[in-house]
């Protein structure tokens, strides 16, 4: 799935997104208290941000290869790669641990793969 920021986007977005990039959409959430929600990458923070689905329009509606559905406590959905939906994968990630680092890598490098070199 790709998606692009909708023009109105507020001025704070701008942070962490260029308005005219097209984004490749890492997972996708769905809690009761939140809404649906886009994981994406942030090359001008050099991270990871989950934002709300509703500041994007879709550009490939195509839907990752990698991603499985977990259905998590609190009527939390998500579709992401089975390896970032570890115990404590975010954790680690964030902490620098490499074995994660490598993990996120390898499943980003390979959603890349599927989006851009069809």
């Known amino acids: ?23 490749m959409v890492l997972g996708v959430e769905d809690k009761i208290t939140t809404g649906v929600n886009f994981l994406l990458w942030s090359c001008k923070q050099e991270s990871c941000i989950l934002m709300p689905a509703s500041k994007f329009d879709i550009v490939d509606d195509s839907l990752s290869g990698r991603w499985v559905i977990s259905l998590g406590f609190s009527g939390r959905i998500g579709l992401f790669p089975k390896a970032w939906l570890a115990d404590e ?3 680690k990630f964030y902490s620098e641990n490499p074995e994660a680092v ?15 070199e069809e």
């Open 89 to 91: 994968f975010w954790d």
């Open 1 to 23: 799935m790709k998606v692009k920021l909708k023009r109105d986007a507020a001025s704070k977005d701008l942070i962490w997104l260029d308005s005219d990039d097209v984004l």
């Open 102 to 116: 490598e993990i996120f890598w390898r499943e980003f490098e390979a959603m890349k793969k599927e989006y851009y």
